[in-house]
Antibody, heavy 118, light 107 residues
Framework: DVQLVESGGGLVQPGGTVKLSCIGSGFTFRTYSMNWVRQAPGKGLEWVSYISSTSSTKNYADSVEGRFTVSRDNAMNSLYLQMNSLRDEDTAIYYC???????????WGQGILVTVSS | SYVLTQPPSVSVAPGQTARITCGGNNIGSTSVHWYQQKPGQAPVLVVYDDSDRPSGIPERFSGSNSGDTATLTISRVEVGDEADYHCQVWDRSHPCVFGGGTKLTVL
């Protein structure tokens, strides 16, 4: 079965940092683009970041540009999101999602909660 | 930035047809994708490229897209279809965008 499992969330103070990880299994990780999508409590989905299969292309939402960095290690079937200068409004469940190019998100992880609060 | 507009809620009786719309400027010129999200769970892709269904998604789920409106249609609605539904687009002109989501209530 295709599976994505996120880890690394938790409570962090405003201005702090956290690094999320996502491990994929059941598919050829290195051939798929990957994304991070977040959902604030009681709100809709917000795309955060995209990384191509070879890491040659990375894109970010305006709301996180310059603060978040996406990366991947295809040898480890892993996706990462380094989150710096965190703000209250970054509080959300963060999902990693397997993408089909610049198109749809085929498979989602179960999500990991990041809470930014003092 | 590109904006997708969905109604906050749609209600339907079991066995009837639910139609959830997603409005956007000339949305018919791009591909629209739909996700189902049940409470406490991750989203699941139910329709991609306007009207295609991933493996395992019932034929009761269908989609269309023309002009300024895309529509997700759920036929013979079941209690288990109660969920939030999100539309999404992505092309070279604008990054990945989601609609605000529609809560489907099965009365």
């Amino acid at each position: 079965d295709v599976q994505l499992v996120e880890s690394g969330g938790g409570l962090v103070q405003p201005g702090g940092t956290v690094k999320l990880s996502c491990i994929g299994s059941g598919f050829t990780f290195r051939t798929y683009s990957m994304n991070w999508v977040r959902q604030a409590p009681g709100k809709g989905l917000e795309w955060v970041s995209y990384i191509s299969s070879t890491s040659s292309t990375k894109n970010y939402a305006d709301s996180v540009e310059g603060r978040f960095t996406v990366s991947r290690d295809n040898a480890m079937n892993s996706l990462y999101l380094q989150m710096n200068s965190l703000r209250d409004e970054d509080t959300a469940i963060y999902y990693c999602a397997r993408g089909v190019g610049y198109s749809y998100l085929l498979t989602w992880g179960q999500g990991i909660l990041v809470t930014v609060s003092s | 930035s590109y904006v997708l507009t969905q109604p906050p809620s749609v209600s339907v009786a079991p066995g009837q047809t639910a139609r959830i719309t997603c409005g956007g400027n000339n949305i018919g010129s791009t591909s629209v994708h739909w996700y189902q999200q049940k409470p406490g769970q991750a989203p699941v892709l139910v329709v991609y490229d306007d009207s295609d269904r991933p493996s395992g998604i019932p034929e009761r789920f269908s989609g269309s897209n023309s002009g300024d409106t895309a529509t997700l249609t759920i036929s013979r609605v079941e209690v288990g279809d109660e969920a939030d539904y999100h539309c999404q687009v992505w092309d070279r002109s604008h990054p990945c965008v989601f609609g605000g989501g529609t809560k489907l209530t099965v009365l």
